[in-house]
């Protein structure tokens, strides 16, 4: 028998951490061949509704769950951990600046930075979900030097398959058939879904739907915004949409991607496609032996050039912002 891998999750008694929890455990999350120990962290008031969690976990009884542990402290959560999901974060409430988002999240992010960085395994791979993703996996990357930047990634996953969705339907194939989705840039409104190195039976995606009003004005919104659209239904946020995308996310990272095909994952610039060193920016990116790399080569026209360069520029601000706050 496999050696069990160990998963921290944050935010575990969260919406997502409830529709993510059950589908680590069974075994989604790695394969089903790899047993796993979960490591929960929540805050002091979440504690117990985490323990509640924990019950109905056991009340699965997943052949693959080896243990659960629950931690209101970050360095402890960490602790050996071999995939940490980092899901839970300050939501922004009403009247709250961007500034105090980013201040409150940082006071989040970089204590958990220093606990992987202090107690994780060599191996330790980071997915950061909770909002704003990208730069609150800046934040605690930075604060986690002895840990390859390249371990630190955020979730623009959702995206991409939201937009493998919409783009699915408009044009009559199914998911399966698309390959080279790709989502550039933040994950917030501004990030940019490419439809003209997505393929479709050897066509680009754009060639197949051939409808730049759609693509700019239907396509593109519809995938920024459709969080606000499920909240807008549901009267709740997506939470069991991000928590397959989180599984995707890491399967993809461990597993690989498929030859042929690429995913889409924030993880820290080289400088690829003009966007600066250092952010943690969405990119296309293939996975192989458990190691993820920024597809090269691609050709960047004017109208890609342009979105790609607005949403970058959007997390360059939250970096400059963070840093002018101390937090990196
Ligand atoms: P939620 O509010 O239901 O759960 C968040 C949980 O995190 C709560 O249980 C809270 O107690 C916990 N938490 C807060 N601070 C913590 C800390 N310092 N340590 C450990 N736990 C802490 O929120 P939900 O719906 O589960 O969403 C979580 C995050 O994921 C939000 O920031 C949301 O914006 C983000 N999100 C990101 C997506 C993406 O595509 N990257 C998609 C959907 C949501």
């Not at 995939?83 to 958990?112: C, S, W, Y």
Request: hydrophobic share 45%.
């Amino acid at each position: 028998t496999r050696t069990p891998v160990t998963v921290t999750v944050t935010g575990a008694a969260g919406q997502i951490g409830y529709a993510l929890l059950f589908r680590i455990a069974s075994g989604q999350l790695l394969g089903a061949d790899v047993p796993v120990r979960l490591r929960l962290l929540e805050i002091p008031q979440a504690v117990k509704a985490a323990e509640g969690t924990a019950m109905e976990l056991d009340d699965c009884a997943f052949p693959l769950l080896q243990g659960i542990d629950i931690f209101d402290d970050a360095t402890r959560a960490f602790e050996g951990a071999n995939v940490a999901l980092l899901v839970g974060a300050r939501p922004r409430t009403k009247g709250m600046e961007r500034g105090d988002l980013l201040e409150a999240n940082g006071g989040i992010f970089k204590p958990q930075g220093e606990a992987i960085n202090a107690g994780a395994a060599d191996d330790i791979r980071v997915l950061v979900v909770g909002n704003p993703a990208n730069t609150n996996a800046l934040i605690a990357q930075q604060h986690a030097p002895d840990v390859p930047a390249e371990r630190f990634t955020a979730m623009t996953r959702l995206d991409h398959n939201r937009a493998l969705a919409q783009l699915s339907k408009k044009a009559g194939v199914s998911v399966s058939d698309i390959k080279k989705m790709t989502i550039w840039g933040n994950h917030s409104a501004t990030q940019y879904p490419d439809l003209f190195h997505a393929e479709i039976g050897g066509k680009t995606a754009a060639e197949v739907v051939d409808d730049q009003d759609w693509l700019e004005n239907d396509f593109i919104p519809t995938v920024a915004k459709r969080g606000a659209a499920i909240i807008e239904a549901r009267g709740a946020s997506s939470a069991a949409s991000a928590a397959s995308a989180a599984i995707d996310h890491i399967h993809t990272w461990v597993n690989g991607t498929a030859e042929g095909d690429w995913t889409s994952m924030a993880v820290v610039s080289d400088g690829s496609y003009g966007v600066p060193e250092g952010l943690i920016s969405s990119f296309p990116v293939t996975c192989a032996d458990g190691r993820w790399e920024i597809v090269q080569g691609l050709e960047i026209d004017d109208f890609s050039r342009g979105r790609i360069d607005a949403s970058v520029a959007e997390l360059a601000e939250e970096r400059d912002a963070v840093r002018k706050l101390g937090l990196i």
